[in-house]
């Protein structure tokens, strides 16, 4: 199993630009999250999703969004990217809310 | 809102040391997690707790309910423990995902 890949692994936007950070996972869990790390800071987390075509904002979800079509992958979406959008960037999976949360690699996102 | 406080926030020890790494929240929960970033930025779960204590190979987790309190422990520590040690606790209700403390910085010195 790969558990939860996350792509790209790096990428620099210019201001104003959009992207699509890339998450999957491949052990069949029904919930997926979206978290960013800042230097310095506890991760916090973007949206949340409890199952294919269910999700909720968490604690910083402005000028995010997120999409859930199947089971397995869970994109986030970044329109009009902004300099404080930098910020690692951490998909997770479980298999349900009390479970041990199993992270990608994450992705480093600088906006210029 | 929870508020969870992790100290110390940098700590550098010696090989063999005994490390503890303490965590504190506000609010109650229904579970404690204690995670481990490498140097390359890589997040793993290293225990969930609701209660009691844990312990896998040198590494121990504690947690106080009533005092809204959990410990890590590291006996016999080695540099390959060097990381961020990072605590996150889950809210009692609801499907939303974690509450993050800042992390511990280990540092062991051969």
């Known amino acids: 199993n790969a558990g939860v890949t996350q792509t790209p692994k790096f990428r620099i936007l210019k201001i104003g630009q959009s992207m699509t950070l890339q998450c999957a996972q491949d052990m069949n869990h029904n919930y997926m999250y979206w978290y960013r790390q800042d230097p310095g800071m506890g991760l916090k987390l973007i949206y949340y999703?409890?199952?294919?075509?269910?999700?909720d904002k968490g604690e910083v979800p402005n000028g995010y969004n997120v999409s859930r079509s199947t089971t397995e992958d869970f994109p986030l979406r970044l329109e009009l990217a902004a300099p404080s959008q930098t910020s690692v960037y951490f998909c997770a999976s479980s298999p349900g809310p009390y479970n041990e949360q199993f992270f990608g690699p994450g992705t480093r996102l600088t906006v210029l | 809102k929870n508020e969870v406080e992790q100290s110390p926030q940098n700590l550098t020890a010696q090989e063999g040391e005994f490390i503890t790494i303490n965590c504190s929240y506000s609010v109650g929960i229904s579970a404690l997690h204690w995670l481990q970033q490498h140097p390359g930025g890589g997040i793993v779960s290293l225990f969930m707790?609701?209660?009691g204590k844990k312990k896998h190979g040198r590494l121990i987790a504690t947690i106080n309910i009533q005092e809204k309190h959990s410990s890590l422990h590291i006996t016999a520590s080695h540099p390959r423990d060097s990381a961020v040690y990072i605590c996150a606790v889950k809210d009692g209700g609801g499907a939303d995902g974690l509450t993050f403390g800042k992390g511990t910085h280990l540092i062991i010195q051969p």
């Open positions: 707790l609701s209660s």
């Open positions: 999703s409890v199952g294919a075509g269910i999700t």
